[in-house]
C-alpha cells in the first residue's frame, strides 16, 4: 500500500469536490463476531471510503480483533484508527487520525496521550494523519465531553469554531474532524461547516448526529469532504447503500 494512501485521498476529496464515506466501528459495540462478519458481508458492495475503529471508553480489548475481521471481508478498505486514548493502538490498522482535541482544555488530549503513544508509532508503518478534532455542542452531554472532560464550542457561534480551527491549521495540523459526538440530539450546523471550508482549504470529516439521508446531504452540501456515519449505521446499515447511492449519483453527474 503507498505509504501516503490515506493522505491522497483525504486530500483528493478536498480538492476536487468529490465527497467520501466513512464507517466508524466502535469496538465496545462487536459483541458477536459471527454477526459482526454477517454485516461486513452485507456492506461489500456500499462504496465506503474508510472505515475508522474507535470510540470515547473502548473497554472490551478488541480492537485488533475487530480490524483482522473487517480486513477478512473488506481488505480494499483502508482501516484507520480513531482514539480516545492511548491504548486504542493497533498495528494491524493501515492508518491514525492522530487527534488533536483543540476545542477543549484537557491538555492530556492535547498532547499528553500522543506523547505516549508516539514511540510505538514511530516502530510501525502506519500512516499517521496529524488531525484538528472539534466537538460541537450537539444540543445534549455526549460520551465524548463526558470522557474528555472538556466543553463543546457552541453551535451557534461559528467565529469561535473558525478561531479554533485557524489556531490548528497554524499549529500545523493538516486534517480536521468536527462533530456533535456520538447519538447528538443535532449534527453540526450546516452554518459551521461552510464557514471551515470558506477559510480553511484542508480535508475536513464531519460526524455525529447523521441519522438519514437528508442530514448527510446537508453535511455534503454545506462542505463537508468526508461524512461519517457511526451509531446510524449500527441501527440502519442500509443508510450506507443509500449514501453510496447519492455519491455514486453526484459522481456520475460531476463527469
Given at each position: ?5 490515506i493522505?491522497q485521498s483525504?486530500?483528493?476529496?478536498a480538492?476536487t469536490?468529490?465527497k467520501g ?8 459495540d462487536?459483541r458477536?463476531l ?5 454485516l ?21 480489548r ?6 483482522r475481521s473487517i ?5 480494499d ?6 482514539p480516545?486514548n492511548a491504548i ?7 492508518g ?23 514511540p ?7 500512516e499517521?494523519?496529524p488531525t ?6 450537539g ?7 463526558y470522557?474528555?472532560q472538556?466543553l463543546?464550542?457552541p ?8 478561531a ?5 491549521k497554524y499549529?500545523g ?6 462533530e ?6 443535532q ?8 464557514s471551515?471550508k470558506?477559510h480553511?482549504?484542508?480535508p475536513?470529516?464531519v460526524?455525529g448526529?447523521l ?7 446537508t453535511?455534503?452540501q ?9 451509531n446510524?449505521?449500527a ?11 447519492f455519491?455514486t ?6 463527469n
Open positions: 500500500m503507498n505509504p501516503n494512501a493522505a483525504l486530500q483528493s476529496f480538492l469536490g468529490n464515506l466513512a464507517w466508524l466501528i466502535d469496538p465496545d462487536v458477536d459471527i454477526a459482526f462478519q454477517e461486513l458481508i452485507s456492506l461489500t458492495e456500499a462504496p465506503i471510503d474508510f472505515i475508522l475503529v474507535g470510540g470515547s471508553l473502548v473497554q472490551q478488541n480492537l485488533d480483533q475487530v480490524i480486513k477478512s471481508v473488506l481488505s478498505i483502508p482501516v484507520l484508527i480513531f480516545g486504542q493502538f493497533s498495528e494491524l490498522a493501515d491514525i487520525l492522530f487527534l488533536s482535541l483543540i476545542s477543549g482544555r484537557n491538555p492530556d488530549l492535547l498532547i499528553g496521550q500522543h506523547v505516549t503513544v508516539a510505538l508509532l514511530a516502530k510501525t508503518t502506519l499517521v494523519l484538528g478534532y472539534m466537538l460541537i455542542d444540543g445534549n452531554h455526549s460520551s465524548v465531553q470522557i474528555s472538556t463543546p464550542l453551535a451557534d457561534k461559528p467565529e469561535l469554531m473558525l479554533t480551527a485557524l489556531a490548528g499549529l495540523l493538516q486534517y480536521f474532524y468536527m456533535a459526538g456520538s447519538g447528538a440530539h449534527p453540526v450546523p450546516a452554518s459551521l461547516i461552510k471551515f470558506k480553511i482549504q484542508a475536513l470529516l460526524g448526529g441519522r438519514d439521508l437528508t442530514a448527510v446531504k453535511a455534503y454545506a462542505g463537508a469532504d468526508v461524512v461519517v456515519i457511526g446510524a449505521a441501527s440502519n446499515p442500509g443508510l450506507l447503500h443509500e449514501i453510496g447511492d455519491l449519483t453526484i459522481r456520475i453527474s460531476s
